[in-house]
């Protein structure tokens, strides 16, 4: 069994791509026990270049750690048969697939819950099922727009609206299911039942912007436009050193006041009105940030560096991805370790950012191979070697042969 704060825990992974294989991913670093259930042709996601061998790309392999991988097609009856038998077992079964194609295989809640009462049921979804765009196909870069995320990197001086670069909708919500689920076993405990839980992306995301931009429109009447007007500067970037880049937030008034003497001008923080509150300071902030970033392109990295530091002002490099890899407190702490994998060779794994002091979970196996567990899960969901055979030899379930390295 494994171990952590959700040792025990059973969960029926159902996702594909990134939202909910990233939830999952979380789930089992906490000790839980995920089966990920794959079509035969396995997670599109298996497919995302780089990689040592087809259908292990590299953004499976991180969020795809510590599970399971069976492959079943669920069109055919004798799968489907086979995944409620799985789901009898579960404690947990969580899905992206959109809620419609689910009730067509037969496996929406109700009929999941009749045969397991204590199923806790999480859909992933696009939108909230209760309005009108329940049905729309829903992924990352859909959900930055519609959430306002490209209009924002525009207004804060993008020459044209653009997505952000990481896949934010999708882990965010992802996050989101990840308490979802541990909520709801919380409840269990209490009550004795489970429930279906429902987890939107689009809700997530509007969520995370209008928390910082609803602005004047949070009051009715408004007071003004919508936006967090320190975000939303031009001049809120890495600021331009002599010789490269750095990250500075001075922020609070002891911040300001600090920095204002380290630079030799003490009196800038009581004499200009600009610079003297945060109240103020915020109202200004396009003609504050841009002094700032005057002043900061008149010494090196270093060199300010030293300074801030000494003046206790918030400062950090700016890293590309590779520089992570080197940065002397992730080195320190162990967050990306060199594992190696069965039929990948060696690869760099990333850790788990929370620790615990009582259940500390164990790192997770590496990411599966399309089938590598399907006759052992099946197996010990009851079915007979007979039942296995021919839900293999029919093609409703694949098997990955064992003990095989594709280096």
């Excluded at 959430?147 to 992802?174: C, F, K, N």
Aim: aromatic share 6%.
């Amino acid at each position: 069994m494994n171990s952590g704060p959700l040792a025990g825990v059973g969960i029926l992974d159902l996702t594909t791509v990134l939202m909910g294989p990233f939830a999952t991913q979380l789930l089992a670093c906490l000790g839980a026990e995920v089966i990920k259930v794959e079509p035969p042709e396995g997670d599109g996601i298996r497919q995302i270049g780089p990689m040592r061998n087809p259908g292990m790309g590299h953004i499976f392999l991180h969020a795809n750690r510590g599970k399971r991988s069976v492959a079943l097609d669920l069109k055919q009856p004798a799968a489907r048969t086979a995944l409620l038998r799985l789901a009898e077992g579960a404690d947990v079964f969580i899905s992206n697939v959109r809620p419609a194609a689910m009730k067509r295989l037969g496996l929406d809640y109700e009929a999941l819950a009749a045969r397991n009462p204590r199923l806790i049921y999480v859909t992933c979804c696009g939108f909230g099922q209760q309005g009108p765009a329940a049905a729309k196909p829903a992924y990352d870069d859909l959900i930055q727009g519609a959430a306002g995320i490209p209009w924002l990197m525009q207004q804060a001086g993008s020459a044209a609206p653009a997505y952000a670069p990481v896949t934010i909708v999708d882990r965010l919500t992802g996050l989101h299911a990840v308490y979802a689920v541990c909520a709801a076993l919380y409840a269990r405990e209490k009550t004795g039942k489970g429930q279906a839980v429902e987890v939107p992306m689009f809700e997530a995301a509007v969520q995370f912007v209008l928390g910082d931009h609803l602005g004047g429109l949070t009051f009715a009447p408004p007071l003004g436009d919508p936006g967090y007007a320190r975000l939303l500067t031009a001049h809120r970037r890495p600021y331009e050193t002599r010789d490269g880049y750095l990250c500075v937030l001075v922020y609070n008034d002891k911040q300001w006041r600090s920095f204002c003497a380290a630079i030799g001008e003490p009196e800038r923080f009581e004499r200009d009105a600009r610079f003297a509150s945060q109240t103020a300071r915020g109202e200004h902030i396009d003609e504050v940030y841009a002094w700032l970033a005057g002043v900061l392109r008149t010494r090196t990295t270093a060199e300010w560096a030293r300074l801030l530091e000494a003046a206790d002002i918030p400062h950090q490099p700016m890293s590309s991805p590779a520089d992570l890899l080197e940065d002397p407190h992730l080195v320190a702490t162990g967050f990306v370790r060199t594992e190696d994998h069965p039929s990948e060779g060696a690869l760099r794994a990333l850790g788990n950012p929370v620790s615990w002091s009582a259940t500390p979970p164990a790192a997770p196996a590496p990411a599966p191979r399309l089938g590598e567990h399907t006759i052992e899960v099946l197996r010990a969901a009851g079915l007979s070697t007979a039942e296995i055979e021919g839900l293999l030899a029919s093609g409703a379930a694949r098997a990955q042969p064992t003990g095989r390295k594709r280096r």
